[in-house]
């Protein structure tokens, strides 16, 4: 075997390798890429209802619902990012973590017309971390700007509801 | 005596040592003084003792309750246990950075110490790169994350820690990973000397192999540590959560895992010099920027416990000076390397060289998973995650080929080989690979499940396989294969095991895909079926802890009218910090996890009723088996002769007046 038929082989080899890593990538780039949504961009254009998504938001207070289907816990809540909430239905355990009022992310799809059916649902780490996600969302929907200061407290979106929200839109949140 | 200012101090004369052990032995290396360069081993030892003293302190700190020290009065408490007064030194964004430091001082010790047979000028460039490193990340120590800052005035209690991080295996998880990633901080050292130089030869590999093949053992712990804890800990019945903080130890461990790989063709036939410099390059680099880029927040993650931007500008600088610096080092100085030789495609080396490229590919995948999302965001404001359906679709159909030809790849002799007597060695474990993946198709769905499967047990056998072989036994008496056995290499035996480790890991994850899981909400009393076994929720009681109260479920479960176990799956809630925290309680009979886990209690309290979770995950200790094994069987041949660290001779002693500069 010449010198230049095995720099071939060797060519070859890398090119099938990444040529076929990069096919996959793109292949699922097109479907198992999931995007986030606010609960605002759900309302004005709902995914499609076979596409998983990420909700993130601020859980209302006073909207958590516990149901039982046969024996199976479904838990009910409205996620807000202080322009429109939307209902999550999901089938499980609320993570030890999850608090009304407080940020969540959960991971599903959207049904309509503004229902969100969640196979996962992520509440945050700590008392001080929130999702960069949520935090981005806050700060779109105007209910936070980090220029007056750091995100207010959890204690002070216990109250949040949608109509409060939209009055606080105008002043942004005063830092606590 | 050992006071918080003393350790202060120590890291400081630490930094100083860092640096004159950075700049010395290089000039006295490039003007072949051998005074200069005698002087490398003292100062890395004089470094690593100082950086000791600096750790004692702060450990010590930490045990004598000093909340003057504003490290601990934020992350302990008094009532804390002892152990995780210890181990909560590192648990901590500061803590941590100073282990990171004292990993890579012992490193720099340790080459100081085994590395006798080096050549001077190689040792002392050696030692100088790893002070050079050191010295930067002492400085980010010193400048920005000090963890020996007081406060003024000292509270009269911690504050304590997150009682999540309150276990033996995250106490246990940093020192291991760590020791993983800086180790590689050696092989990089030796290729930064080596590009200085301008010469790679044979002992070159043989001597940067057994400190890469340490470093991925650790490294091979560290990640399985881990994904264990994930899954006993948190709770959530998984193992691996493709999220950037897992990704970016599992980045360096597939390049490392490709460097312990190309340094063999480096070592035994002169080739693929200038690929293995840089991959040794590339995996010290990853291991850098994965942890760093993760500990400034700069990829969101959910293990986010110690964010902070504001150190962001540092590390981007040490980042770039290190990885930028040796990428260009290497773009001026590899032409100078002499290029080895070409190699038939089907050869040992050939085989070596296809590892490299599959894994390098999976490499690439993985790391386009994960730096995708941060780049979007930053240049399309956009935000969008990337999770396991992803990481499944790309990285399961490049490791499939990866591990049908880790079967025969250490069966095939090195320059010139020929496939056909390889794989009439290998029928018997085609067949059994056959065999696996009929079974398969009957016991598993998915495609990929099966391929999966089967792929491990071809890995397994050819492993088997290979041992028989060169034991040759079944052909000779069943003593003298014995015999030959103990006679064989240890590298070789080593390598079996790893491999067939790969095959025990691929096999548990493979069977974990078919995991089988029920949320129900039920009051005491109530009878479950999962996956053949009953369980029954017999009672739920409250226990006080030292600082919670515990809500313990009593969880029986029988197959087939016997009893298998009782488990306890609980819940704690503590008092100071308004949290709680889900005790997981798994039983295993090594062929299957039965797993339980308490969620809330609703209702009123004459008729309560629990939620509770139960997993059935098949072969799941086989996952974390397989990886102790891998490195169990990388350990085995760092114990061969050849190996030794510091062993292995230069071909012409005359090294020094041979390199370029």
Same mark, same amino acid.
């Given at each position: ?17 990444? %040529? ?61 990012? /202080? ?10 355990? #609320? ?12 991971? /599903? ?8 059916? &969640? ?56 830092? $606590? | ?66 909340? *003057? ?5 934020? $992350? ?45 000028? #190689? ?7 790893? /002070?050079? =490193? ?56 030796? &290729? ?7 010469? =790679?030869?044979?002992? !070159? ?23 264990? !804890? ?7 019945? %998984? ?32 080739a693929l010099k200038i690929w293995t410099v840089l991959l040794a390059i590339a995996t010290f680099s990853f291991s850098l920027s994965g942890t760093f880029l993760v500990r400034s927040g700069i990829l969101n993650s959910v293990h986010a416990f110690a964010n902070d931007p504001a150190r962001g500008v540092f590390i981007l600088g040490l980042l770039g000076v290190v990885i930028g610096g040796s990428l ?16 038939? +495609? ?22 386009? %998973?994960?730096?995708?999302? +941060? ?9 969008? *995650? ?27 002799? !090195?320059?010139?080989?020929?496939? !056909? ?17 009929? =079974?398969? =198709?009957?016991?598993?769905? %998915? ?7 089967? &792929? ?46 790969? /095959? ?102 004459? $008729? ?20 102790l094994i891998m490195a169990f069987g990388g350990a085995l041949s760092l114990s061969d002769r050849r190996m030794r660290v510091g062993a292995p001779q230069r071909a012409k002693p005359s090294s020094a007046t041979a390199s370029v500069s």
């Amino acid at each position: 075997m010449t010198r230049k038929t095995r720099r071939l082989w060797l060519v070859i080899a890398c090119v099938a390798c990444l %040529g076929t890593a990069a096919a996959l990538i793109l292949r699922a780039f097109s479907s198992d890429i999931v995007f986030f949504v606010t609960p605002s961009q759900v309302e004005a254009s709902p995914p499609p209802t076979d596409r998983t998504v990420k909700l993130g938001g601020m859980v209302v207070a006073g909207s958590v619902k516990r149901e039982k289907h046969g024996e199976t816990p479904v838990a009910t809540f409205a996620v807000t990012d /202080g322009q429109a909430a939307v209902t999550v239905h999901y089938e499980g355990i #609320l993570p030890d973590l999850f608090r009304e009022g407080q940020s969540v992310v959960a991971i /599903g799809t959207v049904q309509p017309p503004h229902e969100f059916m &969640a196979s996962e649902v992520l509440a945050k780490h700590d008392e001080t971390y929130m999702p960069k996600e949520v935090a981005e969302a806050l700060k779109k929907s105007g209910k936070w700007d980090p220029r007056f200061g750091p995100p207010p407290s959890a204690a002070s979106w216990n109250n949040m509801t949608v109509q409060d929200a939209s009055k606080t839109l105008s002043a942004p949140a005063a830092p $606590n | 005596m050992l006071s918080p200012e003393l350790g202060h101090y120590a890291l400081a004369l630490a930094c100083v040592l860092a640096a004159v052990q950075g700049i010395i032995p290089l000039i006295g290396a490039s003007r072949r003084d051998a005074r200069l360069m005698a002087l490398a081993p003292g100062l890395a030892i004089g470094q690593m003792i100082a950086l000791g003293t600096s750790f004692l302190s702060l450990i010590y700190a930490a045990v004598t309750d000093d909340f *003057s020290v504003q490290n601990i009065a934020e $992350n302990s408490a008094v009532s804390k246990p002892l152990l995780y007064k210890i181990t909560g030194v590192w648990g901590n964004h500061e803590g941590s950075i100073l282990l990171w430091a004292l990993i890579l001082g012992l490193c720099g010790a340790a080459v100081a110490a085994f590395g006798r047979n080096l050549p001077s000028a #190689l040792r002392a460039r050696v030692i100088a790169v790893l /002070g050079l =490193v050191a010295t930067g990340f002492e400085l980010f120590c010193l400048t920005t994350s000090d963890p020996f800052a007081r406060i003024w005035p000292a509270p009269m209690d911690g504050q304590g820690m997150n009682p999540l991080l309150q276990d033996p295996g995250l106490a246990f998880h940093p020192p291991i990973l760590y020791t993983g990633y800086v180790g590689f901080a050696v092989p990089f050292a030796f &290729a930064i000397a080596a590009l200085i130089e301008g010469r =790679v030869d044979a002992a !070159w590999g043989r001597w940067v192999r057994p400190w890469a093949v340490a470093a991925w053992c650790f490294l091979t712990c560290g990640i399985a540590m881990g994904s264990w !804890w994930s899954y006993y800990v948190l709770g959530w019945g %998984g193992y691996w959560f493709w999220d950037p903080v897992e990704n970016a130890s599992l980045i360096p461990w597939l390049t490392g895992t490709a460097l312990i790989h190309s340094a063999i063709v480096v070592e035994k036939r002169e080739a693929l010099k200038i690929w293995t410099v840089l991959l040794a390059i590339a995996t010290f680099s990853f291991s850098l920027s994965g942890t760093f880029l993760v500990r400034s927040g700069i990829l969101n993650s959910v293990h986010a416990f110690a964010n902070d931007p504001a150190r962001g500008v540092f590390i981007l600088g040490l980042l770039g000076v290190v990885i930028g610096g040796s990428l260009a080092l290497f773009a001026y100085r590899a032409p100078a390397l002499t290029a080895g030789g070409l190699f038939a +495609p089907i050869s040992r080396e050939g085989a070596l060289v296809l590892n490299n490229i599959l894994l390098c590919s999976l490499c690439a995948v993985v790391l386009t %998973g994960t730096m995708y999302p +941060p780049f979007m965001s930053l240049l399309f404001d956009r935000t969008i *995650s990337v999770g396991k359906p992803f990481f499944d679709a790309t990285t399961i159909p490049l490791a499939l080929p990866l591990f049908i030809f880790m079967g025969f790849g250490p069966m095939l002799p !090195w320059k010139r080989a020929q496939l !056909w007597p390889v794989l009439q060695k290998l029928w018997i474990a085609a067949i059994v690979a056959a065999l696996a993946c009929a =079974v398969a =198709v009957f016991e598993l769905s %998915g495609v990929l499940a099966i391929l999966c499967a089967a &792929a491990a047990i071809w890995v397994i056998a050819a492993s088997i396989t290979d041992m028989a072989g060169r034991m040759r036994l079944f052909r000779v008496p069943f003593a003298t294969s014995i015999q030959r056995a103990r006679m064989l290499p240890r590298a070789i035996v080593g390598t079996a095991i790893a491999h067939a480790g790969v /095959g025990i890991t691929v096999l548990g994850l493979a069977a974990m895909s078919q995991a089988q899981h029920k949320i129900v909400e039920v009051p005491i009393g109530t009878t479950e079926q999962l996956a053949g076994y009953t369980w029954t929720l017999k009672a739920v009681e409250q226990e006080p802890g030292p600082n919670y109260t515990a809500m313990v479920a009593t969880l029986e479960v029988r197959h087939n009218g016997h009893l298998v176990t009782v488990m306890h799956p609980s819940k704690r809630s503590f008092n100071s910090q308004n949290q709680t925290t889900t005790n997981v309680a798994i039983h295993t009979n090594m062929l299957a996890d039965l797993y339980g886990v308490l969620g809330d209690k609703h209702g009123p309290d004459t $008729n309560p009723t629990y939620v509770l979770r139960l997993h059935y995950n098949p072969l799941a200790p086989w996952m974390w088996l397989g990886a102790l094994i891998m490195a169990f069987g990388g350990a085995l041949s760092l114990s061969d002769r050849r190996m030794r660290v510091g062993a292995p001779q230069r071909a012409k002693p005359s090294s020094a007046t041979a390199s370029v500069s």
